[in-house]
């Protein structure tokens, strides 16, 4: 039975005209009664509606924004934004490197959401100066909220609703957290390859961690720390979504990239790990990056590490 989460039902956006289309609920439980799950049906069947059965788009909105809250909370204890920075900052470093020197860089956060990992690394300035951060989601709501947060903490980055594929500006790094396991099948090489033809020269993509364990500690974690049955049941199905090792460097086997994963399987303790990330350099920066992250160069592996 195909996992869905319930937050990528209950909204959809188009990607190139940024509209939202209303989404009726009956569609909704009918699409997760085919799927044999009766308890996002009914998580689902509470959401109010308007007379013609479509759900209400402001609701829908407080909940997404109530549950990325409880979701910041979470990367917070995670230490998301420290796990990011230590790929990042010597990424920046070799970039750096082998640029034009006082050349100005531009991070983009595919899917940022209330822009946790952007505001942090403004807040903390940690990746040093002459790097315009970015966040792009294509909910107009979690945008917004993430730009209102940004003013009030008056940090020096910008959200936008749009696909970050068509910004008008182009990305150095494309990063992202949480964000692969949305793309099932052939979506997810598309997704990368899309990065790949840009002019981009790195993406670094957080995603969870596929191991035996991953189901059962994400649904102790979420019971434990997330109050909406929403953000319970999607953490849980995103656990069981989590692409392989193989899986994501095989996606990323692109011309022109070379892919990497950071602490596979096998290298890392399954108790410890919640996050991995996936990594595309074009390969030019691949020894001033490893130069740059030292002794923990050893923990990035590529497709050849799975070759038969």
């Known amino acids: 039975m195909p996992q869905f989460e319930i937050s990528d039902l209950i909204t959809v956006t188009d990607p190139r005209s940024l509209r939202r289309a209303p989404v009726?609920?009956?569609?909704?439980?009918?699409?997760?009664?085919?799927?044999?799950?009766?308890?996002?049906?009914?998580?689902?069947?509470?959401l109010p509606v308007d007379g013609d059965g479509v759900l209400d788009p402001a609701a829908v909105?407080?909940?997404?924004?109530?549950?990325?809250?409880?979701?910041?909370r979470l990367s917070e204890e995670m230490r998301i934004g420290e796990r990011v920075l230590h790929l990042l900052g010597p990424l920046l470093e070799a970039?750096?490197?082998?640029a034009e020197p006082g050349a100005r860089l531009r991070l983009v956060d595919i899917g940022c959401g209330l822009g946790y990992l952007v505001r942090r690394l403004a807040a903390t300035r940690?990746?040093?100066?002459?790097?315009?951060?970015?966040?792009?989601?294509?909910?107009?709501?979690?945008?917004?909220?993430?730009?209102?947060?940004?003013?009030?903490?008056?940090?020096d980055c910008r959200f936008v609703h749009a696909n970050a594929f068509d910004l008008p500006?182009?990305?150095?790094?494309?990063?992202?957290?949480?964000?692969?396991?949305?793309?099932?099948?052939?979506?997810l090489a598309?997704?990368?390859?899309?990065?790949?033809?840009?002019?981009?020269v790195a993406f670094c993509h957080f995603d969870i961690?596929?191991?035996?364990?991953?189901?059962?500690?994400?649904w102790v974690f979420h019971r434990a720390r997330m109050r909406h049955p929403l953000g319970r049941h999607d953490g849980v199905a995103s656990a069981r979504r989590a692409h392989s090792?193989?899986?994501?460097?095989?996606?990323?086997d692109i011309p022109g990239i070379r892919p990497l994963v950071y602490e596979p399987r096998g290298l890392a303790n399954p108790f410890c790990t919640t996050l991995r990330p996936l990594l595309g350099i074009r390969p030019h920066l691949e020894e001033p990056f490893r130069r740059a992250m030292g002794r923990a160069s050893r923990r990035l592996v590529g497709p050849e590490r799975f070759a038969a």
């Open 126 to 155: 940690a990746l040093g100066p002459g790097v315009e951060l970015i966040g792009v989601d294509l909910d107009a709501a979690l945008a917004g909220e993430a730009a209102r947060l940004a003013q009030a903490e008056g940090l």
């Open 61 to 72: 909105d407080r909940l997404l924004i109530g549950v990325h809250t409880e979701l910041q």
């Open 95 to 98: 970039i750096r490197e082998t």
């Open 245 to 252: 090792d193989e899986t994501l460097l095989h996606a990323a």
């Open 169 to 187: 500006e182009a990305a150095t790094v494309y990063v992202s957290t949480g964000v692969l396991h949305h793309f099932r099948g052939p979506a």
């Open 190 to 200: 598309e997704f990368l390859q899309a990065q790949a033809a840009s002019s981009a």
């Open 209 to 218: 961690a596929a191991t035996p364990i991953t189901p059962l500690g994400a």
């Open 24 to 46: 009726r609920r009956d569609d909704v439980l009918r699409t997760l009664a085919e799927a044999g799950n009766r308890r996002a049906a009914r998580i689902v069947g509470t």
